[in-house]
């Protein structure tokens, strides 16, 4: 039995003895993964300045494709615009059928007319305000649509033409006070977008005998994209 054990002891000894250097060799076969170096930090660098000016939003409009677009919400207001016409003739021929009214006229009468007036009248200011915010929320929705395609093709000209800075001028608070014309790229990217739009110049349209009194478009604002070229 004695003989038994000693076996039995020797064999634990010796399977110690090789399991102690497998261990320690596959934990030397796999080394801590080496840290990456950090990235090196961006140094400003000064460049030359070569600055553009443009009016964004007076070019979006200006394109052969947003002229287009200023027709079509025209076209589309134009019934509503000659409603609103014809009221406003209505209401101006009571004014001046009052006006000259001859003194005999009795007080009922009179009275029976201005209500009239002011019934027409308020008639004509609620048809007016309805239809220039449509005729306006129609015509800010085309400048939202064409000024993203527009903004596209300025961004691509500034940067071919190795442009390093591009101000917007449109509003009437820009902070630029003078500049050479040669600066100024409105009418160069209008062009450009024309060439890549392939929409040709809408024929020029007949001048109106009159304006219409109530739907003149609104300057389209919140929605221009920011002008600022990418680096």
Known sequence: MNRTLALVSAL?????????????????????????????????QAIPAKIALIAFEQSVFATNEGQRAVEEVKKKYEPKKNQIDALAAEVDSLKKQLQSAPATLTDEERASRLKNIDVKEKQLNRD?????????????????????????????????????????????????????????????????????????????????????RSTTPAKPAGTKPSTAPNQ
């Open 12 to 44: 634990g000894a010796g399977l110690m003895t090789v399991a102690v250097p497998f261990q320690m060799s596959a934990q030397t076969a796999a080394p801590a993964p080496t840290p990456a170096p950090a990235a090196a930090p961006v140094v400003p």
């Open 128 to 212: 007016a305000e309805d239809a220039t915010a449509a005729y306006n929320a129609d015509l800010q929705e085309a400048y939202g649509k064409l000024a993203q395609k527009v903004n596209q093709t300025m961004r691509k000209y500034v940067q071919d033409n190795g442009f390093t800075l591009l101000l917007d001028v449109s509003g009437q608070q820009s902070p630029v006070l003078w500049a050479l014309p040669q600066t100024d790229v409105t009418e160069a990217v209008i062009t450009a977008y024309n060439t890549a739009s392939g929409v040709s110049a809408p024929p020029p349209s007949a001048p109106s005998a009159s304006r219409p």
